[in-house]
């Protein structure tokens, strides 16, 4: 645990398909990985094969709400997060007995829902909650197995395989605390000391990392507008309505400017969370499930306060330093610590965001991440049926205003003054997190998922 902070910015804003980064991206690219591991075996090619996939904890109990399944096929199918069909994807597995061939060394191995298997409450030994066991055999012979843990925001471990190190950064930091000392020290802009490191720690240059900036922001701003022309019933046995088309017509109509501002603003968070949950490609920030978060309040602060590219840049690398932090000294997976480490820590970098946006002060970017934290701490995870539509969707529209609040409660406050420090606030949520009950971790065990019978 004494390791220094090598995530890179695009390891936290990656695009994939939604609705969760833990149980759609993250067991995605775990079936690309046991896809690749197949491709260097070349067994007796007279033996039929057969394919399982087991799943455990959270995966096993919210994962067919979540569309954890249909990724591990499309992973298995070779299809990227990044450029997959969403909408193909959305339809596999739709139909129990259909017969999928995954490619192997020029033959095929059929595929179908049977393989896949949820294992429900078995996961009690396992190091990680979301847990992915894939199995190649002949009929008498197991020819290769790997376990992946899915780890939250897309991010996948497998047992037993080390890390690639990467390159160390020049400012090397595990918490704020040290982070603000380099600022300090060196007399760098925090923005400044993020870019360098990002550079050492990928080999990219700065260019490239303003274009993939310019990238992420415009995915987001993409699936802001793309939500907001959409109406009808998301997906799922809920028949939930979307919304944020017309919370937005009802903006227009409001005489009084506070209620319009916020309207405007759920709009816009809501607009991408609703994208998430029909599984369109979203921006992971810190993960899918809180993906309405971060777009809201970039939307509006592109839109309405008329940001200009490079101060949209700035807030962005502002947000990833809380990221980093957060996933470094604590955890940003629902299934690990709650909703308080998905739309909680959106919420807090997007109250950073918006602070260094606006051109405040370190100190004060420091305070508004940790007040809008401080009031998401013990937040649940319990989607309704496993679906990330109840209480995520509105949790993100939520999460978007407390971040603006952040900001507000923040820019008033003496910094000098501020009682709670982040490294405290995250440190808060992770012990909040072990002691939380596994009903409230992304089970749909407990909570609103329980409680929510006429869904
Ligand atoms: S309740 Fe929060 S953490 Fe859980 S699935 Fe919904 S958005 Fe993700």
């Not at 940001?307 to 955890?331: D, T, V």
Request: aromatic share 6%; hydrophobic share 40%; with cysteine.
């Amino acid at each position: 645990m004494d390791t220094c902070i090598t995530t890179s910015i695009f390891d936290i804003f990656k695009t994939g398909p939604g609705p969760s980064s833990s149980h759609t991206i993250g067991p995605m690219r775990a079936a690309l990985l046991f896809r690749d591991a197949m491709v260097r075996l070349s067994p007796d090619r007279q033996d039929p094969l057969e394919l399982n996939v087991h799943l455990f904890g959270s995966l096993s109990h919210t994962g067919k709400g979540h569309g954890t399944h249909k990724a591990i096929l499309g992973g298995l199918l070779g299809w990227e997060p990044e450029t997959c069909d969403c909408d193909l994807l959305c339809q596999l597995l739709e139909d129990p007995e259909q017969l999928y061939d995954i490619p192997f060394n020029h033959g095929q191995i059929p595929f179908s829902a049977r393989h896949i298997h949820f294992e429900g409450n078995s996961a009690q030994d396992l190091p990680f909650s979301n847990t992915l066991r894939f199995k190649l055999s002949t009929r008498n012979k197991l020819l290769l197995e790997k376990e992946y843990y899915s780890i939250g925001g897309g991010f996948i471990l497998c047992k037993g395989e080390i890390e690639k190190e990467r390159n160390t950064p020049p400012h090397a930091y595990r918490n704020m605390n040290q982070l603000r000392k380099i600022i300090r020290k060196t007399g760098l802009p925090l923005s400044q000391i993020i870019l360098q490191n990002e550079q050492a720690i990928t080999g990219a240059a700065q260019d490239q990392i303003h274009e993939g900036l310019d990238r992420i922001i415009g995915a987001m701003c993409a699936c802001v507008e793309k939500g907001l022309l959409a109406d009808g019933l998301l997906p799922g046995p809920i028949g939930l309505l979307r919304k944020a088309k017309v919370l937005m017509t009802n903006s227009h109509k409001m005489k009084q400017e506070t209620g319009r501002f916020l309207a405007i603003l759920n709009a816009y968070a809501m607009a991408a969370s609703e994208e998430n949950a029909a599984g369109q490609r979203v921006v992971t920030a810190p993960t899918s499930g809180s993906a309405g978060v971060m777009p809201g309040v970039i939307y509006l602060l592109k839109h309405q306060y008329h940001l200009s590219p490079e101060q949209l840049r700035q807030g962005i690398l502002a947000a990833a330093a809380i990221a980093f932090i957060a996933k470094r000294n604590a955890s940003i997976s629902g299934a690990e610590v709650g909703c308080q480490g998905e739309v909680g820590v959106a919420s807090s970098m997007a109250a950073a965001f918006m602070t260094y946006a606006l051109e405040g002060p370190m100190k004060k970017v420091e305070n508004a991440a940790e007040i809008a934290l401080e009031h998401q701490l013990g937040m649940t995870c319990d989607p309704v049926g496993g679906y990330v539509q109840i209480p995520c969707i509105e949790r993100n529209a939520v999460g978007a205003v407390t971040a603006v609040n952040a900001y507000i409660l923040a820019e008033a406050g003496d910094p000098a003054r501020q009682k709670v420090s982040f490294d405290e606030v995250v440190e808060t949520m992770m012990e909040t997190g072990q002691d939380m009950c596994s009903r409230y971790k992304e089970t749909a065990r407990g909570g609103l998922a329980v409680c929510c019978v006429s869904c």
